[in-house]
Antibody, heavy 118, light 112 residues
Framework: QVQLQESGPGLVKPSQTLSLTCTVS??????????WSWIRQHPGKGLEWIGY???????YYNPSLKSRVNISVATSKKQFSLKLTSVTAADTAVYYC??????????WGQGTLVTVSS | QSVLTQPPSVSGAPGQRVTISCTGS?????????VHWYRQLPGTAPKLLIY???NRPSGVPDRFSGSKSGTSASLAITGLQAEDEADYYC????????????FGTGTKVTVL
């Protein structure tokens, strides 16, 4: 079955770059049917879409985060990655990777908590 | 940043029917974009519950149903069970500068 798994540091210092990777299994990241996305959830809050990437490398980001976000894909490794620069405490959240099909998120990773603190 | 509004909480006794509303605007639901629903159990990732307004993925019981009208959508849960106690989120697509994918504010369902 389709599985997504986030990995990366759980603690990042303010002003540094948050880097996470999502590894996909049970599905082809190169399929033209899907987009691959990052979503975050601040503690006790709702969900915020960060952006997505297509297997070709084309991306689209939430305008509110666009200046600080970069999503890349490594199809041979079945991975896609998130980089968020100049982080502050407001970026502390659980980060999820998810698969998009036809405008909705059909599979999600388990999520990883990233805390921004010195 | 949520542009879809949901009631913070709803509750019901086991066996009862509850509904969750999701109110959007002319730049998302009102434009005709589909609404999708997710259930998030405590400490876990959201899971797709309804897609395309009223379609259930394989494995989701028919106790869950969705509907959409105008700038709003609703999720109905019939025969409420203890395991339905969770957070529920609606999601759609927005054509304004808010970004493509938008989520609702979330609703906590409590089984009394």
């Amino acid at each position: 079955q389709v599985q997504l798994q986030e990995s990366g540091p759980g603690l990042v210092k303010p002003s540094q770059t948050l880097s996470l990777t999502c590894t996909v299994s049970g599905a082809s990241i190169s399929s033209g049917v899907y987009y691959w996305s990052w979503i975050r959830q601040h503690p006790g809050k709702g969900l915020e879409w960060i952006g997505y990437i297509y297997y070709s490398g084309s991306t689209y980001y939430n305008p509110s985060l666009k200046s600080r976000v970069n999503i890349s894909v490594a199809t041979s490794k079945k991975q896609f990655s998130l980089k968020l620069t100049s982080v502050t405490a407001a970026d502390t959240a659980v980060y999820y990777c998810a698969r998009i099909v036809e405008w909705y998120f059909d599979h999600w990773g388990q999520g990883t908590l990233v805390t921004v603190s010195s | 940043q949520s542009v879809l509004t949901q009631p913070p909480s709803v509750s019901g006794a086991p066996g009862q029917r509850v509904t969750i509303s999701c109110t959007g605007s002319s730049s998302n639901i009102g434009t005709g974009y589909d609404v999708h629903w997710y259930r998030q159990l405590p400490g876990t990732a959201p899971k797709l519950l309804i897609y395309g307004n009223n379609n259930r993925p394989s494995g989701v019981p028919d106790r869950f149903s969705g509907s959409k009208s105008g700038t709003s959508a609703s999720l109905a849960i019939t025969g409420l069970q203890a395991e339905d106690e969770a957070d529920y989120y609606c999601q759609s697509y927005d054509s304004s500068l808010s970004g493509f994918y938008v989520f609702g504010t979330g609703t906590k369902v409590t089984v009394l």
